[in-house]
């Protein structure tokens, strides 16, 4: 089978599977079993797959029937620019995440030096991509669980960032290290209500529940990060969380009568960042 054959086969099992945006799943996994980019896939369309590329794609084709996520089976993602590690035990990074780094870039290009949180840092996309953009700052990561620090450490390790330092760390009992303050506080912790998780997209119900779960009403972290973390941040320091869709409010609240708070909304108009000047 040539190439061309090859994707368009995997293309219609994507689209008998009811999934959604089929042609570009079916170029992405046949891009990684054939070991080529986008465009070599257009030039050699013609050629004579190879029968390992082709055991190897279909294969993939039926992890991706089966409910595994696109990002996993490629085993990286890309934010903001970069590739990002992920699989089995970490959170995939999404666009709205790109909008909360582009919102903290922008705080830190007028205050180049400071220092910044991570919570929850999960791959490490939002504070290891700070970290990049903004080479004169010290960003510090924190992540609880093994498998998603693994993803960090690996990510850590790929882009090369000297002013990142990863700590395992359980944000609901640590506290950062001692003397570090930050002026500016980062975190997307997990927000979906304990009720609701059962009702997850198939895909999103194979990321880690400790990546999702946020208690109760969904606010259990922000919560916690008022009262462990906040002692943390500096005088005219910043906090900026993303959150789910009708929290942004809530957590505003949480944080009232001594900071001056904004909810944000995101591309979609979502309100889905919340600032938090103390
Ligand atoms: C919503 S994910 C966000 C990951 C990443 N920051 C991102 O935006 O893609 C939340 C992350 O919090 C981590 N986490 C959950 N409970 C934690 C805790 N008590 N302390 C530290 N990290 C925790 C999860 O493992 C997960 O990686």
Redesign the pocket.
Known sequence: MTLRELQMQGKVHLTQAGIEDSAFEAVCLLEAAAGLTRSQCLSRAAEQALPSVETQFFSKIARRISGEPLQYILGKWSFYGRDFLVGEG?????PE?EE?VEQAVSVLQKHPRSVVF??????????LTVAKEVPACTVYL????DA?FAFLQKNAEALQVPNAHILQ??????APPKGVYADLLL?????IPKSALADLQKEVCRE?H???DGGADGLC?YR?IRQKWLPFVKKSGMLLF?CGDGQGRSIADLFQPAAQTAVLYDFQNIDRFVQIIV
Request: aromatic share 10%.
């Open positions: 970490v959170l995939i990074p999404r995440t909360l991570d919570l929850c840092a999960g791959s490490g996309c939002i504070g924190f992540e609880k669980y998603a760390s359980d944000i609901l009992t640590d975190s997307n912790p997990p927000y880690p400790t990546a999702l972290f916690a993303e």
